[in-house]
């Protein structure tokens, strides 16, 4: 069994969002507040612990805005930000006392280079600090969080007089977050469990976790703190934030349920739910999600080379860890493109109503790789024109071996083509008004007869230039009509091929020699 979701033994994890604190300090990821009560609701309903919903001091608008969401949401503890300042402390208290359960989370820096540069502080001070505006946050709630910003790269031994003074203060959850991106897994494993097993009182405190992505590792990291001990995981949907950005929700959601087996922890994160929360992130940031983002991304569940996609189909375990199910996507995708094999193309015939004889499925097998190596995007509707044409063309006594057109704005419209007349070629070269005049006149020459055209249009397949174009000629002759589609990447060479469509359905009705056959 590769997916576990039985949390019996298992340790519980509390899942703290910031994608409407953190997540919106990302360039460009303001959110109205309409929007982040949109936000708020949905990470309320999908079961997540705490909702930081801002940093109140920051504007008017954060102050209400978190307000608003403290008023509004219904099961999570909701957190407002604040620096070590009494004034901070209180514009927090103020919008969380709103809320069924508020946090005032207030953090002050503890690395050598932050207390140097940013808050021009010594060691003992920053400590007097700490007491102080911990205490103050706890005169106003009882759920008080602490982060020492940057943590990461703070002395172990400062580190642990900070963590015991903020608890001797009356904060319940200690952050020690990674605020640059710095830390490597084994550090920070050992970070987290140096201070829970040494600093006294750390049994009366939940530590928590929180990553920045600079490096590519606060998903990695931030497991490896719940390794260490934490049990708090403070993350963002679709891994917005800062710079790089924030540890992901769905990745460490899912990296735990998945690998419960590794990790014998559980969240109350409602898994089916984290595809609709990040488009709605996404939509509200205004920020894509990438294509092949973890868990969220378009690609996360889609598969397109041919021995994935024959393995998909003979047991979805061979190439998939989680259910798309599990996530909140429908199903599974069996992409078409020039990777895919004859079974994926089998099984889409099957799913588009099609079933071809071996002869017919493996010419149609290879027009489709033809057209997947030309073409980006395979759509549905592009096997469907492939087939319907290969089906119609089948046998048509009449083909097109090579053409060539030449046309000049101005000047001169020629077209050389080479026709399979009945097994033997026969090439020939003929001007015309314009390109497909051209084509069309050398196809008569090369026939020998005049049918009258009735009908000549081109609709694309698909949208895009790449689009397929699908040629329609009807022909009429002897007062009988006949009409040729074709689909092909060429307009031009989808005009010829739907024309000898129809003149070998003129054949056809006839039953006569090819060249000439309609004399008469
Ligand atoms: C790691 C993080 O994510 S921390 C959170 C970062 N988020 C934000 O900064 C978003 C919201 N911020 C803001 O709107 C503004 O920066 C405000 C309102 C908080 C402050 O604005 P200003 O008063 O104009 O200060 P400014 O932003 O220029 O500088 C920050 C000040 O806060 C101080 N400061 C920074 N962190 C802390 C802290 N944790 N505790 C106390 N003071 C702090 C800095 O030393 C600096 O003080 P100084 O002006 O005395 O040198
Ligand atoms: C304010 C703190 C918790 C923070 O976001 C960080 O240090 O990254
Ligand atoms: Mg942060």
Known sequence: MTMSADNSNKERVYIFDTTLRDGEQSPGATMTLEEKLQVAEALDEMGVDIIEAGFPIASVGDFEAVCAVAKQVKHATVAGLARAIPADIDRAGEAVRHAQRGRIHTFVSTSPIHLA???RKTEDEVIEIIAR???QARNLIDDVEWSAMDATRTPIEFLMRCVETAIKAGASTINLPDTVG????????AMFKTIIDKVPGADKAIFSVHCHDDLGMAVANSLAGVAGGARQV???INGLGERAGNAALEEIVMALRTRGDAMPYYTNVETTQLSRASRIVSAAANFP???NKAIVGKNAFAHESGIHQDGMLKNAETYEIMTPESVGIKATTLVMGKHSGRAAFKDKLKELGYELGDNAFQEAFVRF?????????????DIVALVDDEVGSAGDRIRLVNMEVVSKTGGVHRCSMTLSIDGQENTVTYDGMGSVDAIFNAIKQGVGQNPHL???AIDGVTGGTDAQANAHVRLELNGRIASGNAAEPDTLVAS????????????LERGASAQGALAG
Do not use: G
Not at 182 to 189: F, I, K, S, T
Not at 496 to 507: D, E, K
């Open 133 to 135: 505006t911990v205490s």
């Open 454 to 456: 009735v009908l000549y």
């Open 182 to 189: 710095y830390a490597v897994p084994e550090e920070h494993y």
């Open 369 to 381: 790789k033809d057209l997947a190596d030309r073409k980006k995007h395979i759509y549905d509707a």
């Open 496 to 507: 010829a091929r739907a024309y000898l469509n129809a003149y070998n359905r003129l054949l």
């Open 289 to 291: 999600v990438q294509f």
């Open 234 to 236: 403070e993350c963002t």
């Open 117 to 119: 540069h940013q808050m």
